[in-house]
């Protein structure tokens, strides 16, 4: 084939400092993220590449990102909502094509019904749909949600609630998690 | 179950989908790959432009969508010839450039076809989140599965040409290695989705 395999086309020297932190990055906060992608993104695949991207972005920008495992994620949390964001934008404007491999087909019926519900976060905007996310299923609680998001708590709250709202409106349910905010 | 929390949890994905370590592993080498190429680039030293090209190829295919094109003279029933070939962004002497219709991109073929309708065992039209749109489930044989698997290891993030009667209709960009099965994700009308199908199945 002409495509020249990534190992050959690539030069052997990089800082190893700069390529160390890169790996000990990814392999600190791999999980993590794809965990939260998973939940944002529209499939498998394209948590996979928001991951991916996120990371791309730390390895063209290292001086950017802060010492420290909490800092380092909230650095990298807040950019992968940030490229879903744009994402977010593209999509309502052109579809995307892409060619990937699959384990074997769902069957139609039980794909329906599994995005029934899920598809509903879709209308949520990344930010307000990460909040969801992380109060509603990674248990976070609200303060925890501001530090990392860098916002207030207040704004927490603000989406959560909204984000409830139009959740539960689009399910055609009662917002039972009012009472909860932590 | 009558709160939106419940609904969510019973829904969430990550419950039914078992993380992938070979995901990870690919994840993991084309980011740092990609800081191979960087720190190279920002060096500028020579061969900048080839030091990009090298990042090109794990960067541009993560974000980037492929380009998709209809002719007008060509979008209805027919029988259709399908191949799939390599393609790049950037020209060289012996690809062939072939001009992206509704769009100011080029792309540049590969002249031989990796795999052609009798590489293909089976495609469907699978539906898409929305359920007015429609992608393609592909399974090649085990020849064109084998092909698809050797031109793809060295493609991943660049684009590649699937033809139909000698037109580029998309060019999607490959993800990670392909073998036996694929999707083919471009959101399609029912019509584009049957027609593509229909065309990689003939003999």
């Known amino acids: ?182 | 179950m009558d709160n939106v929390k419940d609904l969510l949890r019973d829904a969430d994905p990550l419950h039914r989908e078992p993380p992938s370590s070979a995901d990870r592993d690919r994840a993991r080498a084309a980011v740092l790959a990609a800081a191979h190429a960087s720190a190279r680039t920002n060096r500028g030293t020579v061969g900048r432009r080839v030091a990009l090209a090298a990042g090109v190829a794990a960067l541009v295919g993560l974000a980037a969508a492929g380009s998709r094109v209809w002719s007008g003279a060509t979008v209805h029933a027919a029988a259709v010839r399908f191949e799939a070939r390599l393609a790049e962004k950037t020209p060289t002497l012996d690809l062939l450039p072939v001009h992206i219709a509704g769009s100011t991109e080029t792309l540049y073929l590969h002249r031989d076809a990796i795999v052609t309708n009798d590489d293909v065992l089976g495609a469907s039209v699978v539906p898409a989140q929305d359920p007015s749109q429609f992608n393609i489930g592909i399974r090649f044989t085990q020849t064109g599965a084998e092909r698809m698997r050797a031109a793809t290891a060295s493609h991943i993030g660049r684009p590649m040409a699937l033809m139909i009667d000698g037109e580029v209709v998309m060019a999607p960009t490959v993800r990670s290695i392909i073998s036996t099965d694929a999707l083919l994700t471009g959101n399609y009308t029912r019509a584009e989705a049957d027609r593509i199908a229909n065309g990689m199945l003939l003999k």
Do not use: C
């Open chain 1, 1 to 182: 084939m002409n495509g020249v395999p990534m190992a050959q086309a690539l030069p052997v020297a990089l800082a190893d400092s700069a390529a160390d932190r890169l790996a000990a990055l990814f392999d600190a906060h791999y999980d993590r993220l794809y965990r939260l992608a998973r939940r944002l993104a529209p499939s498998a695949d394209a948590a996979r590449d928001l991951v991916q991207e996120t990371f791309l972005r730390a390895a063209r920008a290292p001086h950017r990102i802060p010492s420290g495992a909490r800092d380092e994620e909230a650095w990298l949390v807040r950019v992968l909502i940030n490229i879903q964001r744009d994402e977010w934008r593209k999509s309502a404007v052109r579809a995307r094509d892409t060619f990937t491999p699959t384990a074997a087909a769902d069957p139609e019926a039980a794909f329906i019904a599994r995005t029934t519900v899920w598809r509903a976060l879709d209308a949520l905007a990344p930010r307000r749909r990460a909040v969801v996310v992380m109060h509603e299923l990674e248990d976070m609680r609200v303060d925890d949600i501001a530090a990392l998001l860098g916002i207030t708590s207040v704004t927490v709250r603000w989406h959560l609630s909204r984000g409830r709202r139009e959740l539960a409106r689009v399910i055609g349910v009662e917002d039972g998690g009012r009472h909860g905010q932590r």
